[in-house]
């Protein structure tokens, strides 16, 4: 079983819509949560990260984690055709260094 | 351009071969990370520097490859004899947080 298990997709949207991208992961141990966005043939860029439980606001960007459910979720309102890219979702254990990365959710906004 | 820079970007090589990348790190950042990603999936860790200090290896990272961050600056990811396996993007990332990594555009292997 993986650490961090991530749909690829494609996931395809209306421009405006709300997108909803998850991960979930198996160690409960894992301290920090992150999301990246990269385009194709760059460098992944991070969007946001978190410590705890809750939700975090930034944008039309909202990162949400479950730890009870090991669960982790993006959400992006009022998406833009900009907003096409692979998302990624990113896991550091507590007291390690080591970051494990989802494969990534595929997300296409149709204008 | 104060982001992290790799160099080369592309860099075609036939199996057998030794190839060296370079990273440079944001300049302030003391932390410093190694990734390889292929195509459809994410990146997968390679190594991790604090300042010159290497003080995480990834089990992927055989005895053929072998990092670098002398003097805590710039960093090199060497890969000796390469196979068609090796072939991949490989990134770097720096940070002075753990958890807010950023990357460079990569370095594109292709190994023929």
């Known amino acids: 079983q993986k650490e961090v298990e991530q749909d690829p997709g494609p996931l395809s949207v209306p421009e405006g819509a709300i997108v909803s991208l998850n991960c979930t992961y198996s160690?409960?141990?894992?301290?920090?949560f992150m999301w990246y966005r990269q385009y194709s043939r760059k460098g992944p860029e991070l969007l946001m990260y978190?410590?705890?439980?809750g939700n975090k606001e930034d944008g039309r960007f909202t990162a949400q984690v479950d730890k009870s459910s090991k669960y982790i979720s993006l959400f992006i309102r009022d998406s833009q055709p900009s907003d096409s890219a692979t998302y990624l979702c990113?896991?550091?254990?507590?007291?390690?260094?080591?970051?494990?990365f989802g494969a990534g959710t595929r997300l296409f906004v149709k204008a | 351009d104060t982001g992290v820079s790799q160099n080369p970007r592309h860099k075609i090589t036939k199996r057998g071969q030794n190839v060296t990348f370079r990273c440079d790190p944001i300049?302030?950042?003391?932390?410093l990370y190694w990734y390889r990603q292929t195509l459809g999936q994410g990146p997968e860790f390679l190594t991790y520097?604090?300042?010159?200090?290497?003080?995480?290896k990834s089990r992927l990272l055989s005895d053929r490859f072998s990092a670098e961050r002398p003097k805590g600056s710039f960093s090199t990811l060497e890969i000796q004899r390469t196979e068609q396996g090796d072939s991949a993007m490989y990134l770097c990332?720096?940070?002075?947080?753990?958890?807010?990594?950023?990357f460079g555009p990569g370095t594109r292997l292709t190994v023929t």
């Open positions: 300049s302030e950042h003391n932390r």
């Open positions: 160690n409960s141990a894992f301290q920090y």
């Open positions: 990113a896991i550091v254990k507590t007291g390690g260094f080591k970051t494990i």
């Open positions: 520097f604090q300042n010159e200090a290497q003080l995480e």
């Open positions: 990332a720096s940070s002075l947080l753990q958890a807010e990594q950023y």
């Open positions: 978190t410590y705890s439980s």
